[in-house]
């Protein structure tokens, strides 16, 4: 059975996620840093019929994520589709006249060297498969700095940077790299279906060629 490996899973997009992909006959790997609350997750998605495991680690510690990744992918079969989607700490949501360095470079590894790490651990089995599906989210800071922003507004072009890098580098091997862009707050976007629109988007960019980058809205329209 292929695998997908939620980086940032939490029992909203993540969760909505998991359920869109398990019907594509996924099993999911949930990665955060509280197990308690994976297993709680996973115990939920099972009553609906997904497959669903949790892995606790910090994307900040490349040994813990390499290892989770491992695992899981010792469990529940190659990971042949990665979600990079920490949601953000507060502290990276400073005014850029109170970002130091030692705030930007965190925020840099949560981000950008976290994802970095992430696909570095799953593409030898990617390509062993011959297939593969990696898909950012990211906020608005991803495309438009703010300086109320500034962790995010640093970071999220680095994450941004990279994908894009991989996009064009992995296309002939059949990965498809891409980058789904929420400026705001899910349930102040006023989606008809709510997170489940989100997640039947983040399936269409899996598993259709395309560009990139796809504004969920435009973003004008959001807050972050």
Known sequence: MPTLAIIGAGPN??????RRFAREGYAVALISRDQAKLDALAGELA???????????DVRDDAALERALARAADDLG????????????????????DLTP????????FSALGLVTAVRAVL???????????????G????????????????????SAYGEMLHEALADEGIRVAQLVIPGAIPKL???NGVEDVAA????????????????????????
């Open 13 to 18: 997009l993540g969760a909505a996620v998991a």
């Open 47 to 57: 009553d609906t019929g997904v497959s669903a495991r949790g892995y606790a680690a």
């Open 78 to 97: 190659p990971i042949t589709a990665l979600q990079y989607s920490p949601l953000p700490a507060r502290e990276y949501l400073k005014p850029v006249l």
């Open 102 to 109: 030692e705030l930007a470079l965190d925020a840099l590894r």
């Open 124 to 138: 030898p089995g990617m390509r062993a498969a011959g297939e593969g599906r990696i898909v950012l989210i990211n």
């Open 140 to 159: 608005g800071t991803s495309v438009r700095a703010r300086a109320g922003f500034a962790g995010t507004s640093v970071a999220f072009p680095a994450e």
């Open 190 to 192: 006023q989606l008809e």
């Open 201 to 224: 988007r983040v399936w269409e960019l899996a598993s259709t060629p395309g560009d990139f980058r796809t504004l969920l809205i435009p973003l004008d329209e959001g807050r972050e």
